[in-house]
Antibody, heavy 115, light 107 residues
Framework: QVQLVESGGGLVKPGGSLRLSCAASGFTFSDYYMSWIRQAPGKGLEWVSYISSSGSTIYYADSVKGRFTISRDNAKNSLYLQMNSLRAEDTAVYYC????????WGQGTLVTVSS | DIQMTQSPSSLSASVGDRVTITCRASQGIRNDLGWYQQKPGKAPKRLIYAASSLQSGVPSRFSGSGSGTEFTLTISSLQPEDFATYYCLQHNSYPLTFGPGTKVDIK
């Protein structure tokens, strides 16, 4: 069955960096577009970024453009999100999700940006 | 950006009730809309795609309709496991945008 397992979250100071990973299994990873979606504590869902199956097409939300970088390694069945210049408002649970539009989601990893 | 609104923002209902949630887009999005269910502490689960197609494995009491700017999610007979928050998502254009959510709780 489809499994998506995020990792790499944690506590980081404002201005710091963090790299999230998403390990995929149960499907042919290289066939699917992938996304990162986040949810601030007690708030709604916000789409963050999307990458095509080959990695050739990428989109970002304006709120993260220039600070976050999405990438993938199809040989390792893995999706990544490099997050730089982190701000308090980036505090959220970050989900990776399969396909466009997203169908299956991982359980998420919590990123807390605080001094 | 396309703005998505949902109504109501919350509702209280009883087991067996018919429940309807509405999602409106600020501009036409054809049928590029999905519905997701989220329970506390859990990841969202897709219920409906392409506005009216039922995701595999989702009970048939869930249905979706609409096109253009107005969409509805209907639960024909609310079950105890359906108490959750429901979100719509438009994927017609970037950035993808979610509705603010509708919380369904027990009356």
């Amino acid at each position: 069955q489809v499994q998506l397992v995020e990792s790499g979250g944690g506590l980081v100071k404002p201005g710091g960096s963090l790299r999230l990973s998403c390990a995929a299994s149960g499907f042919t990873f290289s066939d699917y577009y992938m996304s990162w979606i986040r949810q601030a504590p007690g708030k709604g869902l916000e789409w963050v970024s999307y990458i095509s199956s080959s990695g050739s097409t990428i989109y970002y939300a304006d709120s993260v453009k220039g600070r976050f970088t999405i990438s993938r390694d199809n040989a390792k069945n893995s999706l990544y999100l490099q997050m730089n210049s982190l701000r308090a408002e980036d505090t959220a649970v970050y989900y990776c999700a399969r396909d466009f539009p997203p169908d299956y989601w991982g359980q998420g990893t919590l990123v807390t940006v605080s001094s | 950006d396309i703005q998505m609104t949902q109504s109501p923002s919350s509702l209280s209902a009883s087991v067996g009730d018919r429940v309807t949630i509405t999602c409106r887009a600020s501009q036409g999005i054809r049928n590029d809309l999905g519905w997701y269910q989220q329970k506390p502490g859990k990841a969202p689960k897709r219920l409906i795609y392409a506005a009216s197609s039922l995701q595999s494995g989702v009970p048939s009491r869930f249905s979706g309709s609409g096109s253009g700017t107005e969409f509805t999610l209907t639960i024909s007979s609310l079950q105890p496991e359906d108490f959750a928050t429901y979100y719509c998502l438009q994927h017609n254009s970037y950035p993808l945008t979610f509705g603010p959510g509708t919380k369904v709780d027990i009356k």
